[in-house]
């Protein structure tokens, strides 16, 4: 009998020692992880854009009055075999169409000349009773005809001598000395500034609509920043920028307006994209060291969203979970996976717009083998 309760006192020792040795083996170890509390903080989402200036210190110019162009006729070409021939033929028939036209020009005076006479002449006779009143009518009919006739045969003279001269006009090659006989046109500045950039110093030809130098206020220094233009359209009015790397502290800057018109630009990843330029001025002017000028480089942060008091939570700790967001909250020992709407957001954090409340602890940078339900224990703690 005692042989028998000292079996089983064993074997119950036995059989405890493996259950444990089993639960130990067997029993699923904490998760290290790495938590965050939710809190209210500043947030700040940004869009970052390298951008020039524009405006400064240049050469000073008055409208209407320095000129700042000079723009001459392009010089004819050379005129080859055939071209001369016909050139030449049409200033021979130009030539011939004047003489017709000077002869037409004296005889249409002859016949005014003797329409008058026979007006004059008329009229004394009927002064004196002899003809009568229908002839002298139609002696001042025939005299107003041939007045007529006499001021076409002029107007076909200018006529023929136009088309002399642009018969002439052809036959113009370029030769010695270029075109310095040539009248030049001056342009004149448009409006009072200084000239912030040309285009181009040496003589070149253009054509109508070139931009040939860029004229601006120098009091004024404008900051241009290209941007896509799905960024431009989440501009609030009168975004706030802040302006940094240009050689001094940061300075602030406020959104002018937005160009109405966008372009296509291809990145350098290859990629079309549509860009407009947005412009700023700067409502806080460096104090100290060099002023900023034309075409300086800056560095632009353009606020989209701001909140002061944001409920919010690190990007690392948010995953995609079906159609949205989700994180591990943490719940006792183990982490609960809840699912999250989150707002805006910038590189680092997002604003939670619901499923978490001020207080709440998340796991970032979960791994994969993190799952609902899961038994964890904080990293720190190690």
């Known amino acids: 009998m005692a042989q028998t309760s000292r079996n089983i006192i064993l074997g119950l020792i036995g ?21 965050h509390p939710v809190a209210r ?3 700040e989402v940004t869009v970052d854009v390298d951008g020039p200036t524009r405006g400064g210190e240049g050469v000073e110019v008055v409208a209407n009055e320095t000129v700042v162009a000079l723009v001459e006729p392009i010089s004819p070409g050379l005129l080859d ?30 016949d005014h000349i003797f329409a008058k006479s026979q007006f004059d002449r008329t009229r004394e006779l009927v002064d004196r009773g002899v003809a009568t009143i229908t002839r002298l009518e139609e002696d001042q009919q025939r005299f107003a005809v041939a007045d007529a006739a006499l001021e076409a045969a002029d107007a076909r ?15 113009v090659e370029t030769g010695p000395g270029g075109n310095d006989i040539m009248c030049c046109t001056s342009l004149y500045a448009p409006t009072d500034g200084v000239v912030l950039d040309i285009d181009e110093i040496s003589a070149r030809p253009v054509v109508s609509g070139d931009r040939l130098l860029t004229i601006g206020d120098p009091n004024r220094i404008e900051l241009v920043a290209d941007l896509l233009t799905s960024d431009a359209v989440s501009l609030p009015p009168n975004a706030r920028a802040m302006v940094e790397r240009w050689g001094g502290p940061p300075l602030e800057a406020r959104m002018s307006y937005v160009e109405p018109s966008a372009r296509m630009k291809v990145s350098a990843l290859g990629i079309e994209e549509q860009r407009v330029d947005v412009i700023f001025d700067i409502s806080t002017p460096p104090t100290d060291g060099p002023d900023l000028g034309h075409e300086f480089a800056v560095y632009l942060r353009i606020v ?17 979970a079906d159609d949205g967001w989700a994180v591990f909250r943490t719940d ?14 910038n590189g680092r954090f ?11 602890r998340i796991v970032e940078h979960p791994r994969d083998d993190l799952t609902d339900g899961a038994l964890f224990e904080e990293r720190t703690t190690f």
């Open 15 to 35: 059989a405890g020692i493996v259950g444990g040795l089993v639960f130990v083996t067997f029993r699923p170890e904490p998760i290290p992880v790495d938590l």
């Open 157 to 171: 003279i200018a006529q023929a001598q136009g088309g002399l001269r642009r018969a002439e006009a052809a036959l």
């Open 304 to 320: 989209t969203f701001e909140d002061p008091d944001a409920l919010q939570v690190p990007l690392s700790a948010a995953f995609r």
């Open 41 to 43: 903080d500043h947030l």
């Open 332 to 345: 006792g020992t183990r982490v609960v996976q809840v699912p999250v709407t989150l707002g805006p957001r």
């Open 350 to 360: 997002a604003v939670v717009e619901g499923g978490l409340a001020t207080g709440d």
């Open 81 to 110: 075999a055939r071209t001369r021939q016909q050139a030449e033929a049409a200033v021979s028939e130009a030539e011939a169409a004047l003489h017709v036209a000077q002869t037409e020009l004296a005889q249409a005076r002859e």
